[in-house]
Structures are given as structure tokens and as C-alpha cells.
């Protein structure tokens, strides 16, 4: 079976991110995908360090990801960029953990510009040989369409769920 795994990288309690990418996993669960989230927010994840091998939870966060066959990346917008929490968590990934892999990528933006931080999701992901999928889903205005009830936007909520069939679609492919 398939395996999709949606890493969130907010620490917010009332995470947009974090609702924004349940919907595409449930997408990807009703495409036959076996699905799990990784919530940087409820993690030991210590501050990379080159030195270390195994910090706090690296080493069961990273053999996740590297055991899925799709990965929904999903951040808040933080400076025209993605979070802090997310840079962390992909410094202790590499193309280990990502080789023959379908990436999708989320931003949710409190304000209205997320191009930047996709533009920057998909370059890191790229330089860890990840095959990004060409969908991708920016939410502007987060907080007043997405809770932890869903997308109350209906085009916005369809965009989502598509994120999800494309990875889950893609991470078969790669599988074969």
C-alpha cells in the first residue's frame, strides 16, 4: 500500500497548517493511501546540529519519512519564507530520505503572499532529489477559511484535496 506522510511545520495550537493539510491527507486516504502527520509542533526536535547524529526525535522523524512513499509538506508563512520549525526538521533530512519519493507542498499565509515560501519549499526538496508534484496549494487569508473543521472555501478546499490524489498518484508511480 501506499504510504503518504503530511509534515507540518507549525507550533501554533490552532494550526491552519496543520487543519489545511488533514484535508489533503484524507484526500490521499480516499485515493487508497495508507496516511499518517507528522506534527513538528509536538516533537522533541532539538536545533540541528552536523555533529550529532540522533537528536531527540530525529532518528524515528526521519526513517518516516524516509518509509513513506509521498510527503505532504505543509508550513505557515513566516518573513516571505517557510517556518523555522520546518527548516529544522528538513535539515535533518536528505535525499536519503527522499529518493523516489512525490513531494507536495502547502503554505498557509496569515496575509496574502505565499509564492515566496513555495518558490523556497521547492528548490530545498529539489536539492534532496524529492520529485516534487506540480500542484502545489497556497492558502492566503488562512485563518478565516481553514480550521480544524476543514476548508470552508469550496475552490480552495478542492485545490487541497487534489494535493493530496496527486501525491498519492505520483508516490504509487514512483513505486513500481
Known amino acids: 500500500m501506499t504510504r503518504i506522510v503530511a509534515v507540518s511545520g507549525s507550533r501554533s495550537a490552532d494550526s491552519t497548517t496543520r487543519a489545511a493539510l488533514d484535508v489533503a491527507l484524507d484526500a490521499a486516504a480516499d485515493a487508497g493511501a495508507e496516511t499518517g502527520m ?3 509542533g ?3 526536535l532539538p536545533l540541528y546540529h552536523p555533529d550529532e547524529d540522533a537528536q531527540g526525535d530525529s532518528e524515528a522523524l526521519t526513517r518516516r519519512v524516509r ?3 509521498g510527503v505532504i509538506a505543509g508550513t505557515p508563512v513566516y518573513r516571505g519564507s517557510y517556518s523555522s520549525t520546518f527548516k529544522n526538521f528538513h ?3 536528505g535525499s536519503s530520505e527522499y529518493e523516489n519519493t ?3 507542498l502547502l503554505a498557509t499565509a496569515g496575509g496574502g503572499s505565499y509564492g515566496g515560501t513555495l518558490e523556497h519549499l521547492r528548490s530545498t ?3 534532496v ?3 516534487t508534484v506540480p500542484h502545489e496549494v497556497g492558502i492566503r487569508g488562512a485563518s ?3 480550521d480544524e473543521g476543514g476548508i470552508a472555501d469550496d475552490d480552495l478546499r478542492e485545490r487541497t484535496e487534489r494535493l493530496g490524489r496527486v501525491v498519492a498518484e505520483h508516490a504509487e508511480r514512483l513505486r513500481r
Open 38 to 40: 507528522i506534527d513538528l
Open 42 to 44: 509536538a516533537v522533541d
Open 67 to 69: 518509509e513513506a512513499d
Open 91 to 93: 535539515d535533518f533530512c
Open 102 to 104: 512525490a513531494v507536495g
Open 125 to 127: 526538496f529539489r536539492n
Open 129 to 131: 532529489h524529492a520529485w
Open 144 to 146: 478565516g477559511v481553514v
